[in-house]
């Protein structure tokens, strides 16, 4: 049963042409407006389809789908393990694990989360993944079923609405309880997606504190103001802490399948219904076992100081 958006036009409304009443009461954006023009039903007053130039009476029923189009997609559904932490007819938020790509590319073509999405929500919803995790990271990753709930999702994380927690085993034992890290971040010329902090690049900004230390590593919380591709990864390996088992900005671990880095939380207002959503994903195992464990070294352990050219929060 396909899903609607509604409004009833109220007195004030009556007489106005349709397109402005869709603009103004479900925000939605021009791409989106014109696949609803094309679809069947995608408009409709009392159930009627209409065209955005229909004049509006009051008492009428606006309404819009809301659920994705058969777009074509070239990701082949293969079934597989998808750990759901919320559900509804708007939102797949999952919990990923280490290790599994999100999307199809060279070298994985069907191996991939977006694979698994698509055997398990079928084709007629376009795989639509609205953050973005490494695949050696897991953790909470928001799907969205509709380009309407995409959309208002993508404009969240454009205003800074969403809030995002991570956990992260790191080298070394951080001297500081807590801090800012506020250091623009960059491409690395001709290294693909490698990333740097260059006083050129976008502005970006990540708050940790220190959860726990082992004997040379420290389990920290983090939190984004900015998304920046391998925004912590970068600045944590800027700071002389790189994630454990980050084999781009510090050492790999035959051990790990990725880097010890984990989407731990999630909160973002409802695309639809505007309830503010909380999700939580527990720490992997793994990160205990990493956290105690000394790796070899010829020096006793030290608590590094920090850098003056950053902005620290104790």
């Given at each position: 049963m396909?899903n609607?958006?509604?409004?009833?036009?109220?007195?004030?409304?009556?007489?106005?042409?349709?397109?402005?009443l869709?603009?103004r009461?479900?925000?939605?954006?021009?791409g989106?407006?014109?696949?609803?023009?094309?679809r069947?039903?995608?408009?409709t007053?009392?159930?009627?389809p209409?065209?955005?130039?229909?004049?509006?009476?009051?008492g009428?029923?606006l309404a819009?789908?809301t659920e994705?189009?058969r777009?074509?997609?070239?990701?082949?559904?293969v079934?597989?393990?998808?750990?759901?932490?919320f559900?509804?007819?708007?939102l797949?938020?999952?919990?990923?694990?280490?290790?599994l790509?999100?999307?199809?590319?060279?070298?994985?073509?069907?191996?991939?989360l977006?694979n698994?999405v698509?055997?398990?929500?079928?084709?007629?919803?376009?795989?639509?993944?609205?953050?973005?995790?490494?695949?050696g990271?897991?953790?909470?990753?928001?799907?969205a079923k509709?380009?309407?709930?995409?959309?208002?999702?993508?404009?969240?994380?454009?205003?800074?609405?969403?809030?995002?927690?991570?956990?992260?085993?790191?080298?070394?034992?951080?001297a500081?309880?807590s801090?800012?890290i506020?250091?623009p971040?960059?491409?690395v010329?001709?290294?693909?997606?490698?990333?740097?902090?260059?006083?050129?690049?976008k502005?970006a900004?990540?708050h940790?504190?220190?959860?726990?230390?082992?004997?040379?590593?420290?389990?920290?919380?983090?939190r984004?103001?900015?998304?920046?591709?391998?925004q912590?990864?970068?600045?944590?390996?800027?700071?002389?802490?790189?994630v454990?088992?980050?084999?781009?900005?510090?050492?790999e671990l035959?051990t790990?399948d990725?880097?010890?880095?984990?989407?731990?939380?999630?909160?973002?207002?409802?695309?639809i219904?505007?309830e503010?959503?909380?999700l939580?994903?527990?720490m992997?195992?793994?990160?205990?076992?990493?956290?105690?464990?000394t790796?070899?070294?010829?020096s006793?352990?030290?608590e590094?100081?920090?850098?003056?050219?950053?902005?620290?929060?104790?």
């Open positions: 396909p609607h958006l509604t409004h009833v036009i109220t007195a004030e409304e009556s007489g106005q042409p349709v397109g402005p869709l603009r009461h479900f925000g939605l954006s021009a989106l407006l014109r696949r609803l023009k094309l069947e039903g995608g408009i007053l009392d159930g009627i209409v065209t955005v130039r229909a004049t509006a009476q009051e009428q029923c819009i789908l994705g189009a777009e074509p997609q070239d990701i082949l559904p079934p597989g393990a998808l750990d759901i932490v559900e509804d007819a708007h797949l938020i999952l919990n990923k694990p280490a290790g790509p999100v999307h199809p590319s060279r070298g994985h073509y069907l191996d991939t977006a698994r698509v055997a398990y929500l079928g084709p007629e919803i376009p795989f639509r993944a609205v953050n973005r995790l490494d695949r990271t897991s953790g909470l990753l928001c799907l509709s380009g309407l709930a995409a959309q208002r999702v993508s404009a969240q994380l454009a205003d800074r609405a969403i809030s995002r927690g991570y956990l992260a085993v790191v080298e070394g034992r951080l500081v309880p801090g800012i506020d250091a971040i960059n491409r010329p001709g290294r693909g997606i490698m990333r740097q902090i260059d006083a050129a690049g502005p900004v990540t940790f504190e220190v959860v726990r230390r082992g004997p040379r590593r420290t389990l920290v919380a983090l984004l103001e900015t998304g920046r591709t391998h912590i990864r970068v600045h944590m390996a800027h700071l002389g802490h790189p454990t088992g980050d084999f781009m900005y510090g050492t035959d790990l990725g880097q010890a880095l984990h989407a731990a939380s999630l909160e973002l207002n409802h695309p219904t505007g503010r959503v909380r939580t994903a527990a992997p195992g793994y990160f205990e076992g990493l956290l105690q464990t790796p070899p070294c010829h006793e352990p030290s590094e100081p920090c850098p003056s050219s950053f902005c620290w929060h104790a």
